[in-house]
Structure formats: C-alpha cells, structure tokens
C-alpha cells in the first residue's frame, strides 16, 4: 500500500508574555487587528478595529510583534456573530467575525492601497451576491486522529485538520451530499485509502472525487456506487499514483453560462462561484464591449468561460490556455455551441512566445492568469498592440506590477473592479480594464 503523503504540522503559536490590553486601528488582508503598544505593531488575528482588546505576544520580531487575543473588552459596532460553528479554528474563512457590508469595504480600502499608483482618482467599481452558500467546489482533507476520522479542512492556527460538521460557504447541495459522505465513511472502510476528496456542484447536478491512495476492492466500489446512485449524484475515481481521474465523454460535467453550455473534467479548473462567474462574465462583455470589427484574445481561457461569450459578438476569438485536455474541451465548448469564429491554441504563456499572434490585427485581450499574473507574456501583448486590455486577476499585487508595467508602456487604466467572489475568505478578484493612449 502506498503511504500517504506526510502532512507537515504547523503547530498553534504559544503566547510568549502577559495579558496586555491593546487598542485595534487597523485590519489587514488576512483579518488581523493592527495594534501599536509603545509604538510598535502588533498584529492579533481576530481583532476588529475600533475595538479595546486583552491579548498575549506569541511571536516578537524587530519590526512588528504578532499577539493571540484573548478576550473583547469594547467590541466594533461591526462585530457580529459568525454565522459557522467552526469559524474559530477553520481556516476556511477569515472575515466572518465583521459584518459583510464592512467586509466588502474593507476589501476595497485594501484593494485601492494595492493599486494606488494605478488609481489615484478612480472610483472602485464593487460587484457582488451571496455571502454564505456561494461554493460550487471544495476539496475535502481527510486524518485520522487517535483512531477518529476527521473529515474538514485545514485550521487557521495550525495545519491541521479541522473536523466540519456544517459549512456554510458550501452550497446546500454540497453541504448536503457532505454530511451523507461523512456518515457513509464512518460505516465502511474507505477513509484508509482517500488522499483527499474532491465535491462539485454544476448545472448536471452533484458530484464526488475520490482520490485513491491504494487500491480497493470491487465489492468496497460497488457499495459506494450504489451510494452515489440513492443519493443521485456521479462519482469519480482517481487512481493511486495517477494524476486524473480517467473520465468518459458521455460522464464529462457541463455548466451553463446563459445560454451556452460549457463541458469540463471534473478536476478542470472552473469558477468557484457559479453566480459571481455569471455576474463577471457579464461585467466583462459590458466593459470590453466585444464587435463585429473584434479579433480578440483570450489568454489563460480554460475551457472558454470568456472565450464562448466573446464569441457571441466578437469578429473572432482566439483562447490560449497551457492544459492541452482543457484546449480540447474548450474546442469542444465551441463546436458544441456552434460556433465557427473560435479556435483555441495549447500554449505556455510563461514562455516567449513566436509571432504566432502577430498574423491578423488582434483589437482586445482578456486575460485571466493564475496567482502568479502574466508577466512573460506582457511584451508580447504590448507588441501585439490591442486597443483595450481586460485583466482580471485573483491576485492584486500581480496585477498591480502587470498593469503598472503596461501604463509605463503605453496604456492607462479606464476602469477598475473589485469582484466579491469569495465573501468571508480574504481571497479578492480583480477586473481592470486599460486602453491604449492615442
Ligand atoms: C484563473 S484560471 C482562468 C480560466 C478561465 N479564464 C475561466 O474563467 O474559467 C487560469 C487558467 O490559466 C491556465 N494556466 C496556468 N498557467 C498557464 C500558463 N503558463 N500558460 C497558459 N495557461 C496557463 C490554467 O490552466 C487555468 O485554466
Ligand atoms: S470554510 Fe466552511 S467550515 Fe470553514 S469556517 Fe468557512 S464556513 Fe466554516
């Protein structure tokens, strides 16, 4: 049997000195109070600001200190109770504790202080929906301590796991099919060979991803599927030492985006949140206003969540995306759609990249990059030389350093988004639309 793969333990910071009272003005990205005790920054993870709290040094350093806090003495009037059990330890979400419209500003003051030599005078346009019940995919730790089955996510004070009994970013679906999963796998003898467990919710309905670390018996596969089958969703296998589950056409998920329908692997990538994806696709058509004169870009497309609907107006599209199996499903998404103005190319945009894009006029790039932005490629798309430029982004100081380099080289920002797609978390989406100077 293969091991599984030894999780390194980051273990609960100890407090190093007294009980001290602390005055909160200050809150960063990740939900800690920002204190200052005889002038030197403290930062203490659950602390407001606004608010007078007791708290111990846990860590001391040369420039700022980091404290556990211990109790509220004055609380902020935007304290309220979080709406999880499990908030105090789980690392899932950071912000539970502030109400959501303060969450939501909070996010925009942090936003503009990362963007602020890109924008001075702009107004942050905000865009968001549910605070609780949003997540369409989650991934499922599993441990076994002292012989009980933990079954959550990881903590916010340690790496370890979490047992969770009820989340509620979860759609209810998923909160549902959760609660059964957990129940099941008390009962019988597949806990020993999960990895981790993957669950995902689309327009075909409900499905589990069983990442298998052994192998199992056909009977112990049957019992399972027989589960999946009274609880009416799919199920996935990912084989030990495999890095996919193998899934057949007729078995590939599909989500709905309007009218277009949009098919995956379930281990694709695609937008945790099914109504702020609507709600930014949307946000994205109206600003880069796709036409009939359009040859548009789409880099890092996925499987076409851009791509179909630029389609939809544009003269043609053309996405870029590194996974060779997402390119296909994206080519797929197309013809299924029935479009004939898209073609999608299996590219790596961390590499130079030949004159390839250089063929037809390209008016507009879209580009929707992972953490790490799109810096390699920035060269190319300034020799490229498109009117207007849609950088969304799940990281703002990536973005800040892509778009500070391309106002340097010739364009500037004309509106920038902040896109609330995972409330409660500290995770914050960007849209910033620049164009070229005359
Ligand atoms: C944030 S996702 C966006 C996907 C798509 N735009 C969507 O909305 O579903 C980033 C995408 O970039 C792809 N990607 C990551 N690194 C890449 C690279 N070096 N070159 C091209 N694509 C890459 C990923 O596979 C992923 O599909
Ligand atoms: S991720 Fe889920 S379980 Fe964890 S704190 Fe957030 S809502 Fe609660």
Redesign the pocket.
Known sequence: MRKRTPIRRQSKPQPIGPVQTFTVDGLTHEAKGVARLKGKVTFIGGALPGETVAAQITKSGRRFDEAVLNSIIEPSAYRVEPSCQHFNVCGGCSFQHLADEKQLSSKADWLQGQLRNLITTQELELLSDNFTHYRRRARIAIDRKKGTLLLGFRGKASSDIVSIDHCVVLTGNLQKIFSSLKLELSINGLADSLGHIELLEDTKGVSVLFRLTSFISDELKRAWESWAKKELISLYWQAPNTSKAEVSSENMRHYDLGELRLEYHPQ????VNAIM?QK??AQAMDWLSPNKQDVIL??????????LPLAQHAQSVIG????ES?VEAARKNASLNGFDNLSFVA?????PVANEFMKQKITKV?L?????GAF??LDTIIKIGPKQILY?S?NASTLARDAEYLVAKGYRVLRVGLMDMFPQTSHVETMMLLQKKK
Do not use: K, Y
């Open positions: 694709d990538f695609i937008q994806n930014m696709v789409d880099l890092f497309c996925g499987v076409g969540n851009f791509s870029v995306e590194v996974q997402m590219s790596d945009l961390t590499q879209l929707d990059p992972p953490r790490a390699e490629f969304v799940c």
